[in-house]
């Protein structure tokens, strides 16, 4: 069994600040890919970073320059610094993970989510 679980998702204004975490736990032999989706309401959920084990990111073009992912492999933590966030930037927040089960499966998979809300 493995589980995914986020935290710091909360209210901010725009122009704010806020970093994402989600704790990877369970039966785990290692995590290739770990990455943050979003869905705002009436849209389809979204890519926003991924982060591979070796180090290289990729962001969707609408978050460049403002948000920041990083990981504790040690911990099977991923992180989403958020700043300079902006009302298009409310959605509720899903941590994603490829892992390899310490009996040699390999699965996706996703976490409950978190709700950002950037509003004044």
């Known amino acids: 069994q493995v589980q995914l679980v986020e935290s710091g998702g909360g209210l901010v204004q725009p122009g704010g600040s806020l970093r994402l975490s989600c704790a990877a736990s369970g039966s785990i032999s290692s995590i290739n890919v770990m990455g943050w989706y979003r869905q705002a309401p009436g849209k389809q959920r979204e890519l926003v970073a991924t982060?591979?084990?070796?180090?290289?990111?990729n962001y969707a073009d609408s978050v460049k320059g403002r948000f920041t992912i990083s990981r504790d492999n040690a911990k099977n933590t991923v992180y989403l610094q958020m700043d300079s966030l902006k009302a298009e930037d409310t959605a509720v927040y899903y941590c994603n993970a490829n892992a390899i089960t310490k009996y040699g499966s390999s699965f996706t998979y996703w976490g409950q989510g978190t709700q950002v809300t950037v509003s004044s």
């Open positions: 982060i591979i084990s070796g180090g290289r990111t």
